[in-house]
């Protein structure tokens, strides 16, 4: 079993910058990707960014130039880099850990707030 805990989020100012991580534990083999993924009030969960284990990294369209993904093998994390926010940014966020045969687990989410 995957265990995914996520931290870094809370309360920014509309410009400003935050980084969110994802930290791995258990059993972690072959997996496909990783990725963050957030749900504002009363809207559907939207991808945000996703890190292939092999290939290149792909955003959704709202935060194209502001967002950078990442990820850390020794460490078994994964990073969002959140610049530039906007009020329309504010969601709780979620990572997804993506397996072979479909497998996937999910964090708890952490709640990004931004304020105008």
């Known amino acids: 079993q995957v265990q995914l805990v996520e931290s870094g989020g809370g309360l920014v100012q509309a410009g400003g910058s935050l980084t969110l991580s994802c930290a791995a534990s258990g059993t972690i083999g072959s997996f496909v990707a990783m990725g963050w993924y957030r749900q504002a009030p009363g809207k559907q969960r939207e991808l945000v960014a996703r890190?292939?284990?092999?290939?290149?990294?792909t955003y959704g369209d709202s935060v194209k130039g502001r967002f950078a993904i990442s990820r850390d093998n020794a460490k078994n994390t994964v990073y969002l880099q959140m610049d530039s926010l906007k009020p329309e940014d504010t969601a709780v966020y979620y990572c997804k850990a993506e397996f072979r045969r479909g497998n996937e687990y999910w964090g708890q989410g952490t709640q990004v707030t931004v304020s105008s």
């Open positions: 890190i292939p284990s092999i290939g290149r990294s």
